[in-house]
């Protein structure tokens, strides 16, 4: 594998300098992909309207194609961080548009390509910002085959239309989690609480390994829920964490939850290692953790 720089007129940040990421890796075989630290892009789905596609100039790397807005990661960047700066940097898609739901790694070991799959959460129109786009268009799912795609993205878009419509939701008993560690959180049950919605909310961030939820792709970004009961609905709020307030029984509030989720098509994982709340949520249709599952990922 080698690095190759790239030539004049072929892809560059619309703003400044090159960076050094902006490079070819030449494979062994002679391949070439852009991106010296690998690449990255957004495929933000808008429940309404499909995904953001952009149609890619003639001159680019397998041009006159459409594909998702996307190109080199910096050094030392995250695919998250990349997938976005990139969609802003060629489709105008403004900060906080997207949640992001899951990543799905094309890694060759010398060169590795991740798809953000985002949600979109405050509605937009794409722009033209990089004259690397012909056009960019909102395209409903069952027309995206229709359309000439980039070879990269034809390949991964099979694998990732089927998991599009997964929606992962953890359900946390917040009660059994707490009282699995004797730290003397009997003392103090919201602050008990609290330190771990503060925890969660972490690990809301940086996503969890498709393998720990017996799903597939690489890495995900569920939705959180976390049930306190008790004194602990004194707790804090967590960024990325919805906190459910149990006016009475913490196990009734968990299981209407989960069948309330279910009914939306959402697949439920419920957090507990109370053998009798096991039960009536694998009964509702959820799939369960015990605490130390938690724990552990934490």
């Not at 002679?30 to 690449?39: D, K, L, S, T």
């Not at 980039?150 to 239309?161: E, I, M, N, V």
């Amino acid at each position: 594998m080698t690095i190759e720089p790239p030539a004049s007129g072929e892809p560059r940040r619309p703003h400044g300098p090159r960076d050094p990421g902006d490079a070819w890796v030449v494979a062994p075989s002679g391949e070439r992909y852009w991106g010296a630290f690998g690449a990255a892009g957004l495929l933000a789905l808008d429940p309404d309207r499909g995904v953001l596609l952009q149609h890619r100039v003639s001159w680019s790397h397998h041009g006159d194609t459409w594909a998702l807005p996307g190109g080199a990661r910096h050094e030392g960047e995250s695919a998250v961080d990349g997938a976005i700066r990139e969609a802003q940097e060629e489709a105008g898609v403004p900060d906080a548009a997207t949640r992001p739901r899951l990543l799905s790694v094309f890694d060759l070991g010398y060169w590795s390509y991740t798809t953000l799959v985002a949600d979109v959460i405050r509605p937009f129109e794409p722009t033209i910002s990089d004259p690397e786009s012909r056009a960019l268009a909102w395209v409903p799912l069952d027309e995206v085959d229709e359309r000439p795609l980039h070879p990269g993205f034809a390949a991964s878009w099979r694998q990732l239309r089927g998991v599009l419509g997964v929606r992962p939701v953890v359900v946390v008993d917040a009660a059994n989690v707490v009282g699995s560690v004797p730290d003397g959180w009997w003392r103090d049950r919201a602050g008990a609480a609290s330190r771990l919605l503060a925890r969660i909310a972490g690990l809301a961030d940086r996503g969890v390994s498709g393998g720990a939820l017996d799903l597939p792709e690489d890495v995900w970004f569920p939705e959180w829920t976390a049930v306190v009961e008790g004194a602990a609905r004194a707790a804090d709020e967590a960024p990325g964490v919805e906190v459910v307030r149990a006016e009475a029984s913490g196990d009734d509030a968990i299981v209407a939850r989960t069948e309330s989720l279910i009914a939306r098509g959402r697949t439920v994982t419920v957090v507990t290692s109370d053998r009798g709340l096991v039960a009536r949520v694998t009964a509702a249709g959820a799939s369960t953790r015990g605490t130390g599952w938690l724990l552990d990922q934490l």
